[in-house]
C-alpha cells in the first residue's frame, strides 16, 4: 500500500483499486489506531483516529482531494504535502 504523506505522526496510504473497492477512499494511522476516509464526502468511513489526529486527516483531505481523487482514477501514486 503507496504512502502517499506522513506528517504530525499520521500516516496516509492509499491501496491500489484492484484490491480495494469503491467509493474512492485512504487509510489513516496513528500510532495503534487506523481509520479510513471518504475522499469524496470527506468523511470517517471506518476505524478510530483520535480527535486532534481526525481534524488533522479531514484537514489535510481538504487540501489535497482533488489529487486524491486523481490518484484513485489513475492509479498513479505520488508523494503530498504534509500538512503544516
Keep these: 500500500m503507496p504512502t502517499i504523506s ?4 499520521i500516516k496516509i ?9 469503491n467509493p474512492p477512499h ?4 496513528y500510532g495503534e489506531h487506523k481509520a479510513i476516509y471518504d475522499i469524496a464526502n ?7 483516529l ?7 486527516v479531514i484537514e ?3 487540501l489535497h482531494q482533488k489529487d486524491l481523487q ?12 504534509p500538512l503544516e
Excluded: D, V
Design 6 to 9: 506522513e506528517f504530525l505522526g
Design 13 to 21: 496510504e492509499m491501496r491500489l483499486i484492484g484490491s480495494e473497492h
Design 26 to 29: 485512504i487509510h489513516a494511522s
Design 42 to 48: 470527506i468523511q470517517l468511513k471506518a476505524g478510530k
Design 50 to 56: 483520535p480527535a486532534r489526529a481526525n481534524a488533522h
Design 60 to 62: 489535510w483531505i481538504i
Design 70 to 81: 486523481k490518484m484513485w482514477n489513475t492509479q498513479k501514486f505520488a508523494k503530498l504535502p
